[in-house]
């Protein structure tokens, strides 16, 4: 391994993953959830830092759709910063900056000024204590008071049955260290699986972590090696966490995932009732993470005070939302850690078909006749629902639309032409949402049809795949009818929620 990985798996790449809680409208949702006004929310100019961007596709899209967002993206792999640039040449992208450093080095220059957001991803856990601490650095030095602060990370006690069959993964691969990762990881499965077989005691008292190891299994080999095989993997309490970025000023807020925020559907009456009690935000944190078994956390602080904001509720007004499915394949219920809720057809419903029509802000809903009876209170409760329903996102402002629309699309078309050469990055950009918005490849390449003009989307689609078909254990034919179904569902659900979204 090599002097400059610290201990960081470098020989495979990252994955080019979006991860939707790095856009900074999302972030301010999460917040303004809670009362707290954030940056983000209005389209005004931001700055923005993300600390080991990996292979920097979120921070491409992200980019693209927000122009008017700096940003700044970091990563020490040299690798991934040259992938990362490349995308953004393609796409034409000029506001998004990316460093090869490490934080240690990012941390000591002194010319990069402050930052509205700080964010960082997949990093926390997988680093070393002495990066943990330049990452701190860096926030108490670089983030503007009032700023955010967003990082993700494994916790307890979800995670804490699991730490014994990581040192197993780790120790397994070790013992082959000449050996390519996809060979060590398949080591480790199978040992796993033989420790299983022969009743070892200490798999058969943790059933639950079993099951999740095997589902493991079918994930990418990429993946699995960012997850395991770095030297440094800690799983952190939440409330030791908050007090090491209390060192930069930083206090909690949220969590940016809104369905962990929604607590009807996560927790028992008497449950929602302890915690009530708890008036220190962290150790309430403590709380809910052991009454849920909380696994993956993913937090937002801010610099210096949390302060409810005046007329918070007031401020949802000019708020637009967009769904990012079909009415008609929205179900009408929504699933929690505790249980799954119905949604009451006579507000989600009317909720839904408006929304459908393509976005709007909330004043432009709650002038809704059907839909005044609820409140402006209740409306945004019903908004987060279906947030947190992953069917519905906040959208930028509409007014610089078009403006965004020309520079998502210079994206889209970058990432759809390497959707031909059997790329596949799952998430384009929408100028609407100002975020990602998941289309496979088979769609990127019905996309690239359409906007070719071709009158045969799916012989096009054909064509590209039916090299790669014949290779397939299923054959031709197999693959041929997976596709034939893929595009169809694209076609008829997909299209027209992209259409609406501008994404096509």
Not at 29 to 50: H, I, N, Q, T, Y
Not at 219 to 233: K, V
Not at 384 to 407: F, W
Request: with cysteine; hydrophobic share 40%.
């Amino acid at each position: 391994m090599s002097d400059w990985s610290a201990g960081y798996v470098t020989e495979v790449g990252y994955a080019h993953g979006y991860y939707r809680e790095l856009a900074p409208q999302n972030l301010a949702l999460a917040a303004s959830a809670k009362g707290v006004l954030a940056p983000g929310l209005d389209g005004a100019p931001l700055r923005v830092l993300e600390l080991g961007c990996g292979q920097g596709y979120s921070a491409n899209l992200i980019a693209a759709a927000n122009p008017h967002v700096d940003y700044t993206a970091i990563d020490f792999n040299p690798g991934h910063v040259a992938s990362a640039r490349a995308l953004a040449e393609e796409a034409r992208t000029s506001n998004v900056h990316f460093s090869e450093a490490s934080f240690a080095e990012f941390a000591e220059d002194c010319g990069r000024g402050e930052f509205d957001l700080v964010t960082l991803h997949g990093v926390w856990t997988w680093v070393s204590a002495e990066n943990r601490a330049q990452i701190i650095r860096i926030a108490r030095e670089k983030l503007r008071p009032g700023g955010l602060f967003y990082l993700s990370y494994n916790c307890h006690p979800g995670w804490a049955a699991s730490v014994p069959i990581h040192r197993l993964f780790t120790d397994v691969a070790a013992g082959a260290p000449q050996e390519p990762v996809d060979f060590r990881i398949d080591q480790f499965f199978k040992v796993f699986k033989l420790l299983r077989d022969i009743g070892a005691r200490g798999l058969e008292a943790n059933p639950g972590v079993v099951e999740r190891f095997l589902q493991m299994e079918d994930l990418p080999r990429n993946c699995l090696a960012h997850e395991f095989l770095n030297a440094n993997w800690t799983i952190f309490h939440s409330a030791d966490v908050a007090r090491d970025l209390a060192e930069a000023k930083l206090n909690f807020v949220a969590s940016a995932h809104i369905a962990d925020q929604l607590d009807p559907l996560n927790l028992t009456d008497r449950q929602q009732h302890l915690l009530n009690q708890v008036r220190d935000p962290v150790r309430k944190e403590l709380f809910r993470d052991l009454i849920t078994n909380q696994s993956f956390r993913r937090d937002i602080f801010i610099k210096g005070d949390v302060r409810p904001c005046p007329r918070s509720e007031e401020r949802w007004l000019d708020l637009r939302f967009a769904l990012t499915a079909r009415a008609a394949d929205i179900p009408l219920q929504v699933k929690g850690m505790l249980a799954e809720a119905a949604l009451t057809p006579e507000t989600y419903g009317v909720l839904l078909e408006r929304l459908d029509r393509g976005p709007e802000t909330v004043r432009e809903l709650i002038a809704e006749p059907k839909l005044q009876a609820l409140g402006l209170a209740n409306l945004r409760q019903h908004l987060l629902v279906l947030v947190a329903q992953k069917n519905c996102q906040i959208a930028l402002p509409a007014g610089d639309e078009e403006t965004r629309k020309s520079r998502t699309d210079a994206f889209n078309h970058a990432v759809m032409a390497r959707a031909r050469d059997g790329s596949d990055y799952g998430f384009l950009a929408s100028p609407t949402t100002g975020g990602g918005i998941a289309v496979d490849r088979i769609g990127q390449l019905a996309l690239t049809a359409l906007r070719d003009g071709s009158p045969d989307p799916f012989g096009f689609v054909w064509n590209v795949l039916k090299d790669e078909a014949s290779s397939r254990p299923e054959g031709p034919a197999g693959t041929l009818e997976a596709s034939k179904g893929k595009l169809a569902n694209f076609m008829t659900k997909t299209l027209p929620v992209l259409q609406k979204l501008k994404v096509s």
